[in-house]
């Protein structure tokens, strides 16, 4: 005999689990999108793409895209190569590569003159990842770099010589810089061809941002011709909000054709897998945070493939 309130009670529970529920339509697009990605592969670049990932404005997901938009890539089979540029060293500790005092390192190549060669390190994440680690060094290197010969060139010819040298070449180099815009971040933007800009979707978010355009324009009329703001990716996305909402159309109001289509949320996972030594991309594959940034990775690929002819 039944209950009085059992299929009352069952009802309720058979709604909540209902496919019309926000968390059965969460649960079916995170589904949805896991297949997409699983079943896509990515085109390669015909030549090297070197981005630089900058924003002046701290605290906007600089170093969190720069790594796990470079493991995305190279868990999709590119070799991807991230020049760790901020005196913190977060990229390195992201991907997991000895950064301490006495390693081989950025410092020793821009500085020094070390070969670049010298200071890559294998990233433990994927077998075609790797990194070029920053030190506590790099924190005095603005000064140092005041007295040298051709000292915002000095990253770009490390990075073509080393280049040049390669029998299997890199895809992607990623450049992460430090929140300023200091000659460590000249110095990426005299080496890259792309700047990648991340902005937070909040209030202040577009604070600064004109002067970095600016500053950029000077680089590329008097030390890069080849540099341009290929992208821009929106981070930190909150969708419950007007505010998030009205700081993305506000952007994309703005570059239209720079923008990706993919929004970053906030994520708990982005942000503990750093912790651990790890890009979320190997953290947690099926999170929202991993998803999004494999599907900005894709766009990035797709922006970058050549016109014509065949996949490598």
Not at 54 to 73: E, F, M, R
Not at 140 to 152: C, D, F, K, P, T
Request: with cysteine; proline share 5%.
């Amino acid at each position: 005999m039944k209950h009085p309130g059992e299929d009352q009670h069952s009802s309720s529970s058979a709604s909540v689990f209902d496919g019309a529920t926000p968390l059965a339509r969460e649960i079916a697009d995170l589904t949805r999108r896991r297949q997409a990605i699983a079943s896509e592969r990515l085109p390669k670049p015909e030549k090297t793409r070197v981005l630089t990932i900058s924003n002046q404005k701290g605290g906007v997901g600089k170093t969190t895209t720069a790594v796990n938009i470079a493991a995305a890539l190279a868990r999709q089979g590119a070799r991807v190569l991230v020049i760790d540029l901020d005196p913190q060293g977060n990229a390195s500790t992201a991907l997991g590569v000895d950064h301490r005092a006495d390693t081989a390192s950025v410092y020793d190549v821009i500085v020094n003159d070390l070969p670049l060669g010298d200071a890559v390190q294998k990233s433990p994440e994927f077998g075609a990842l790797y990194c070029v680690p920053a030190t506590i060094h790099l924190a005095g290197a603005e000064i140092e770099l005041v007295s040298l010969v051709a000292r915002e060139q000095r990253l770009r010819r490390a990075l073509d010589l080393y280049m040049q040298g390669l029998e299997e070449p890199f895809d992607y180099v990623f450049i992460d810089c430090p929140p300023s815009l200091g000659l460590l971040t000249i110095n990426a933007f005299v080496a890259a061809r792309e700047v990648l800009i991340p902005i937070q979707c909040e209030y202040y978010a577009l604070e600064g941002l004109s002067q970095l355009l600016k500053n950029i324009e000077l680089i590329e009329k008097h030390l890069n011709p080849d540099l341009s703001v290929s992208t821009i990716l929106l981070t930190m996305y909150d969708s419950r909000t007007n505010l998030a909402n009205q700081v993305a159309q506000d952007v994309r109001d703005h570059f239209p054709k720079q923008v990706l289509k993919t929004l970053i949320p906030r994520s708990v996972r982005v942000s503990e897998a750093p912790s651990y030594g790890q890009s979320v991309i190997s953290y947690d594959l099926n999170s929202a945070g991993s998803l999004s940034y494999l599907e900005a990775a894709a766009e990035i690929a797709r922006r970058g493939a050549p016109q014509t002819g065949s996949q490598r």
